[in-house]
């Protein structure tokens, strides 16, 4: 190139990047300014308005949120790099999934990109992450520092602009709607995902959710990054901002190269911190490497570096002064605050915080990240490439999972294939009928060989969980997991799948990436029936159970001696404005089953007559106490709003919950004739408020002692009664997940349980080997005893379910237990 051409280039790029507007330029202010905030379609067109001033930055609409927002990723690289995107993306898919040989892929990792992600806003309470997404972008486009041309060169940067637009936007809706009030920090009165709220972290193996859904696919089956960095702003008080190595213990099934190489960008993430003197960087504590289920947790099962970091904040976008006198003692790890230590090497030791804090200590990280990722990409490439080849060539364990379309309910046998191919999981269908250690399977038969490049995510979600006993010293408490111990997900979703030890011969094609679920099935055994119950009705026919439980529709045998004619249900989910990810899912799962219902505010139960609108009303899990009295007025609600300890005044308007009177209407309701659910924690509210004749074994916040019992997230036997219509297509022996639980007796005399207080068990826990997976402790003070329990209360009924039958729409083995309940209150008995 001439001096002369050459000059015309500079000039000409420094026009172009000048043009590159800063964020205070289009929006008028920076991004965590004092009681500023931009929501995300302000976002949005920031970013639209990067993408026409240049060239380094292109703009792509992946997906369609719950409440319909567009969702964006922004791929940001050199000019060059974002030409030649699909040409990159496809080295890296082949090097990825282990499709390269070593000569190819050595010369791949050197020819290819490192990508990393980058993501935002997936709890809408935590608003850093979102509102530095565009400094983020303008330094990696505009900066012509070494460091930032080395990031652009060498770097593929993902980032979504937020995993949840719909709760970024109503987040800043209610913010600004408070914003200099006396309720600037109050909580929001709803779920900020319109199912899920903060479990919208705890969906990522289930994928139920059409974000999870969107992302999933982005991340396992079209980009395969080496980083997946997923911010977040709740930090262990007071530290500043947590960063890996995660605590323990650690998930068998993560390649160790990965937790090592997670292990490695913490340090270089804490090292940039502390040369820039920001202080109270923490590790090791809190946030484990055991669960398999978030969205930075996932990608580690899928060889990829899950990064998860916690900054600090307090409310929203306002300041704080905080004085180091107030601190606490310790970190719960026991660790002092006050004081260094190996995981915790520059205390903040107090002083002003704000919005733009986090926002430079997420930026600080980011860079952390990215310079490391260009520095070394054809390491991260390279290595990518040699865990895959390690799991597809692996040896240990069982050569394969084999799923019999012989099943007691083959649509959630086909939901739970489907869900895993939507997580990269390779599906191979049998064309033939073949034989494998000494078992005849069917053709049709879908067999997942452990021999594929996500080996650890297939094998963890198939497996039974053993969550380890770690204590402090010898002799003390056993630590207890961050989230959920055991989620086997067959065991969850009631499936029947084989364990395969030795090689065989089969005959087997690749399933499609996106398996079909089939039509909706006629038989009570499986949960698309409720969804052929859903459409006959839709559609004005008629729909009868017979004793047994067996579905008829007109022109059926025994179609006129049927025991119930159904109709289309009305049902209440009480939705309080304390918000309730329970009740989500639950309004999720009735969603997914096509029931029509209402979400009940404390004032629906106030206005008398329930039972003329409802035959159903639902509890989800919620403490007695928060269900009678939600927030009063006046009362701080602690740190949700921000992540950090501190008062939140409510408005008024959202305080109190249903008081007596709308427990007494609530009552009520069930004498007439209604039907009254109640999940796990909410049966202490009619147990303990209705004459019932039931004895709560476990109340809210009992048990958890050494010795008591205490399930913190597992998988249990249950002993199902399926002649009991509440149980219609369920098998005698079953698995439930519980977090937490109850277990009942019946306190009646056997002569007096009968007529109006008539009550009978549903569902027991197992008078043995009650673990299935995870972990439990004082499993002896249940064994044998109620789980599931239906009382009769006047003309209606109460239905307690110690457990939560519906959990986060992923225990489809119990469904059943809901859906019958919900159908038997509005069916006419014949």
Same mark, same amino acid.
Request: hydrophobic share 40%; charged share 25%; net charge neutral.
């Given at each position: 190139m001439t001096y002369r051409a050459s000059l015309l280039a500079v000039t000409l790029a420094s026009a172009i990047f000048a043009a590159v507007p800063t964020p205070k330029e289009h929006f008028g202010f920076t991004p965590g300014d004092e009681r500023k905030m931009v929501n995300y379609a302000e976002t949005v067109a920031y970013f639209q308005k990067l993408e026409k001033s240049t060239d380094r930055l292109k703009l792509e609409r992946f997906g369609t949120s719950t409440d319909g927002r567009p969702m964006y990723v922004a791929i940001i690289s050199s000019a060059d790099n974002i030409k030649k995107l699909a040409q990159y993306k496809e080295m890296n898919r082949k090097l990825a999934l282990g499709l390269a040989s070593p000569a190819e892929a050595k010369t791949l990792a050197k020819q290819s990109k490192a990508i990393v992600w980058i993501d935002a806003g997936i709890h809408s309470s935590e608003v850093a992450p979102v509102q530095h997404?565009?400094? !983020? %972008? +303008?330094? !990696? #486009? $505009?900066? &012509?520092?070494?460091?930032v041309k080395r990031i652009r060169e060498n770097v593929i940067t993902l980032q979504v602009l937020s995993?949840?637009?719909?709760?970024?936007?109503?987040?800043?809706?209610? +913010?600004?709607?408070? %914003?200099? =009030?006396?309720? &600037?920090n109050a909580p929001m009165v709803k779920l900020?995902?319109? +199912?899920?709220?903060?479990?919208?972290?705890?969906?990522?193996y289930m994928m139920n959710l059409v974000e999870t859904r969107h992302v999933t696919k982005l991340l396992f089956h079209e980009w395969f990054p080496q980083i997946v960095y997923n911010q977040h702003q709740t930090a262990p008080y007071p530290a500043r901002i947590f960063i890996p190595p995660y605590g323990e213990p #650690?998930?068998?099934?993560i390649p160790a190269t990965i937790m090592e190489g997670i292990n490695g960008l913490g340090s270089v993430m804490k090292e940039r911190l502390a040369r820039e003197g920001k202080t109270g960087a923490i590790s090791y504590v809190g946030f484990d490497a055991w669960w398999n289920g978030g969205l930075r947790s996932v990608p580690a099962f899928h060889n990829m570096h899950g990064i998860l970091t916690e900054t600090a904040g307090w409310g929203y976008a306002q300041s704080r002064t905080v004085n180091p006198k107030d601190f606490p003692e310790r970190f719960a790890n026991g660790i002092p605050t006050r004081e260094p230590s190996v995981f915790y090497p520059m205390p903040w030791m107090g002083g002003k915080w704000d919005l733009r804090d986090a926002i430079e200590y997420n930026l600080t990280v980011d860079f952390a990240i990215l310079d490391h990722a260009a520095v070394r990409s054809d390491h991260f490439l390279t290595k990518a490439w040699e865990v895959a080849r390690n799991n597809i060539e692996s040896k240990q364990g069982a050569v394969a999972y084999a799923v019999s379309p012989e099943q007691w309910d083959p649509s959630s046998a086909?939901?739970? !294939?489907?869900?895993?191919?939507?997580?990269? @999981?390779a599906i191979k269908r049998a064309n033939a009928p073949f034989e494998a250690d000494g078992k005849k399977f069917p053709e049709g038969t879908a067999v997942m060989l452990t021999s594929q490049p996500f080996r650890g995510y297939l094998v963890d979600l198939m497996e039974p969980h053993k969550y380890p006993e770690l204590k402090v010293g010898t002799t003390g408490p056993t630590k207890r997991p961050y989230d959920s111990a055991g989620w086997t997900l067959n065991m969850l979703m009631g499936v029947k799948v084989d364990r395969i030890n030795t090689p065989f011969n089969a005959k087997l094609e690749d399933m499609p990436a996106e398996i079909p679920l089939g039509p909706a099935s006629k038989d009570h055994k499986e949960n698309s029936s409720f969804l052929f119950t $859903? /459409?006959? !009705? =839709?559609?004005?026919?008629? @729909?009868?159970? $017979?004793k047994d439980g067996t579905i008829l529709t007109e022109g059926d045998a025994g179609f006129n001696n049927a025991a119930w004619e159904l109709a289309p249900p009305r049902v209440g989910i009480y939705e309080p404005h304390s918000t309730n990810m329970d009740a989500g899912w639950t309004d999720w799962t009735l969603d997914y089953y096509k029931i029509p219902h209402t979400m009940l505010k404390d004032a629906d139960f106030k206005k008398g007559d329930l039972k003329a609108k409802y035959d159903t009303i639902i509890l989800a899990s919620q403490a007695m106490n928060s269900i009678l009295h939600g927030i009063r007025d006046g009362e701080g609600r602690g740190g949700r709003a921000g992540g950090e300890e501190g008062g939140s005044r409510q408005r008024p308007e959202f305080t109190g919950g249903l008081e007596v009177e709308g427990v007494a209407n609530l009552q009520k309701f069930v004498r007439d004739g209604g039907t009254l659910l109640a999940f796990d924690q909410a049966t202490e509210l009619p147990a303990s408020l209705f004459p019932l004749p039931v004895r709560l074994n476990l109340r809210t916040g009992e048990g958890g002692g050494e010795g008591g019992y205490y399930c913190p997230g597992s998988l249990i036997r249950i002993t199902v009664d399926p002649k009991n219509p509440l149980a219609f297509g369920m098998q005698e022996e079953a698995i439930a997940y519980s977090q937490g639980g109850q277990a009942f007796d019946i306190t009646l005399m056997r002569e007096f349980n009968t007529g109006d207080r008539e009550t009978k068990t549903v569902a027991s826990y197992a008078r043995k080997d009650l673990l299935a997976s995870g972990w439990i402790s004082g499993e002896r003070q249940v064994l044998g005893k109620g789980?599931?329990? &239906?009382?009769?209360?006047?003309?209606?009924? @109460? @239905?307690? +379910?110690?457990?939560?039958? /519906?959990?986060?729409g992923q225990s489809f083995g119990t469904f059943k237990l809901v859906l019958n309940a919900i159908y038997l209150a509005s069916a006419k008995t014949l």
């Amino acid at each position: 190139m001439t001096y002369r051409a050459s000059l015309l280039a500079v000039t000409l790029a420094s026009a172009i990047f000048a043009a590159v507007p800063t964020p205070k330029e289009h929006f008028g202010f920076t991004p965590g300014d004092e009681r500023k905030m931009v929501n995300y379609a302000e976002t949005v067109a920031y970013f639209q308005k990067l993408e026409k001033s240049t060239d380094r930055l292109k703009l792509e609409r992946f997906g369609t949120s719950t409440d319909g927002r567009p969702m964006y990723v922004a791929i940001i690289s050199s000019a060059d790099n974002i030409k030649k995107l699909a040409q990159y993306k496809e080295m890296n898919r082949k090097l990825a999934l282990g499709l390269a040989s070593p000569a190819e892929a050595k010369t791949l990792a050197k020819q290819s990109k490192a990508i990393v992600w980058i993501d935002a806003g997936i709890h809408s309470s935590e608003v850093a992450p979102v509102q530095h997404m565009p400094d !983020l %972008a +303008y330094k !990696l #486009l $505009a900066d &012509e520092s070494d460091e930032v041309k080395r990031i652009r060169e060498n770097v593929i940067t993902l980032q979504v602009l937020s995993i949840n637009p719909d709760g970024t936007d109503w987040l800043n809706e209610w +913010y600004r709607a408070n %914003a200099g =009030s006396p309720y &600037e920090n109050a909580p929001m009165v709803k779920l900020y995902h319109k +199912y899920a709220g903060h479990d919208n972290n705890r969906d990522w193996y289930m994928m139920n959710l059409v974000e999870t859904r969107h992302v999933t696919k982005l991340l396992f089956h079209e980009w395969f990054p080496q980083i997946v960095y997923n911010q977040h702003q709740t930090a262990p008080y007071p530290a500043r901002i947590f960063i890996p190595p995660y605590g323990e213990p #650690l998930n068998p099934n993560i390649p160790a190269t990965i937790m090592e190489g997670i292990n490695g960008l913490g340090s270089v993430m804490k090292e940039r911190l502390a040369r820039e003197g920001k202080t109270g960087a923490i590790s090791y504590v809190g946030f484990d490497a055991w669960w398999n289920g978030g969205l930075r947790s996932v990608p580690a099962f899928h060889n990829m570096h899950g990064i998860l970091t916690e900054t600090a904040g307090w409310g929203y976008a306002q300041s704080r002064t905080v004085n180091p006198k107030d601190f606490p003692e310790r970190f719960a790890n026991g660790i002092p605050t006050r004081e260094p230590s190996v995981f915790y090497p520059m205390p903040w030791m107090g002083g002003k915080w704000d919005l733009r804090d986090a926002i430079e200590y997420n930026l600080t990280v980011d860079f952390a990240i990215l310079d490391h990722a260009a520095v070394r990409s054809d390491h991260f490439l390279t290595k990518a490439w040699e865990v895959a080849r390690n799991n597809i060539e692996s040896k240990q364990g069982a050569v394969a999972y084999a799923v019999s379309p012989e099943q007691w309910d083959p649509s959630s046998a086909k939901e739970m !294939l489907s869900r895993l191919a939507m997580g990269g @999981v390779a599906i191979k269908r049998a064309n033939a009928p073949f034989e494998a250690d000494g078992k005849k399977f069917p053709e049709g038969t879908a067999v997942m060989l452990t021999s594929q490049p996500f080996r650890g995510y297939l094998v963890d979600l198939m497996e039974p969980h053993k969550y380890p006993e770690l204590k402090v010293g010898t002799t003390g408490p056993t630590k207890r997991p961050y989230d959920s111990a055991g989620w086997t997900l067959n065991m969850l979703m009631g499936v029947k799948v084989d364990r395969i030890n030795t090689p065989f011969n089969a005959k087997l094609e690749d399933m499609p990436a996106e398996i079909p679920l089939g039509p909706a099935s006629k038989d009570h055994k499986e949960n698309s029936s409720f969804l052929f119950t $859903a /459409q006959q !009705l =839709s559609a004005g026919k008629k @729909v009868r159970w $017979a004793k047994d439980g067996t579905i008829l529709t007109e022109g059926d045998a025994g179609f006129n001696n049927a025991a119930w004619e159904l109709a289309p249900p009305r049902v209440g989910i009480y939705e309080p404005h304390s918000t309730n990810m329970d009740a989500g899912w639950t309004d999720w799962t009735l969603d997914y089953y096509k029931i029509p219902h209402t979400m009940l505010k404390d004032a629906d139960f106030k206005k008398g007559d329930l039972k003329a609108k409802y035959d159903t009303i639902i509890l989800a899990s919620q403490a007695m106490n928060s269900i009678l009295h939600g927030i009063r007025d006046g009362e701080g609600r602690g740190g949700r709003a921000g992540g950090e300890e501190g008062g939140s005044r409510q408005r008024p308007e959202f305080t109190g919950g249903l008081e007596v009177e709308g427990v007494a209407n609530l009552q009520k309701f069930v004498r007439d004739g209604g039907t009254l659910l109640a999940f796990d924690q909410a049966t202490e509210l009619p147990a303990s408020l209705f004459p019932l004749p039931v004895r709560l074994n476990l109340r809210t916040g009992e048990g958890g002692g050494e010795g008591g019992y205490y399930c913190p997230g597992s998988l249990i036997r249950i002993t199902v009664d399926p002649k009991n219509p509440l149980a219609f297509g369920m098998q005698e022996e079953a698995i439930a997940y519980s977090q937490g639980g109850q277990a009942f007796d019946i306190t009646l005399m056997r002569e007096f349980n009968t007529g109006d207080r008539e009550t009978k068990t549903v569902a027991s826990y197992a008078r043995k080997d009650l673990l299935a997976s995870g972990w439990i402790s004082g499993e002896r003070q249940v064994l044998g005893k109620g789980i599931m329990m &239906e009382a009769t209360h006047g003309k209606g009924k @109460v @239905v307690l +379910y110690g457990f939560r039958p /519906q959990f986060r729409g992923q225990s489809f083995g119990t469904f059943k237990l809901v859906l019958n309940a919900i159908y038997l209150a509005s069916a006419k008995t014949l």
